[in-house]
């Protein structure tokens, strides 16, 4: 058992035994990673072909967005500008009506005094 030559030649039989199990038990674990580069590569393939055309749809939605905030803001603008001239115009109406009433008050004022007075030189 001192053989050097039978121990070199046993440990390289046991060496390449291990290696060739090795070998042999990742043969499927090799096959299922080609099928995954395989699947990978579709995938980049597929994402080459709609990415470009996809980006430049959200480009053209951002675009649109942008422009319908800006016509939305144009339009708050105005309906603030109708309403500020709808507020004025309702501030001056309470004014004008405010002022007939007063006018009212006093035409009946005179013409009760008309009146009074009208009486007072009747001679009747």
Known sequence: MTEPLFWLGLSLLLV????????????????ELA???????KLFDTLKEELPSTLEAIRLGGKEITELTDEI??????ATQVVKQMDEGLVHFKEQGSSLAKGTDRLFI???????????????
Do not use: H, Y
């Open 35 to 41: 099928r995954a580069a395989r699947s990978a590569e």
């Open 16 to 31: 390449s035994v291990s290696l060739s199990a090795a070998l042999f038990m990742s043969i499927p674990a090799l096959t």
């Open 73 to 78: 803001n144009i339009g708050v603008k105005k």
């Open 110 to 124: 005179g013409i009760k005094a008309a009146w009074q007075r009208w009486n007072l030189n009747d001679p009747s």
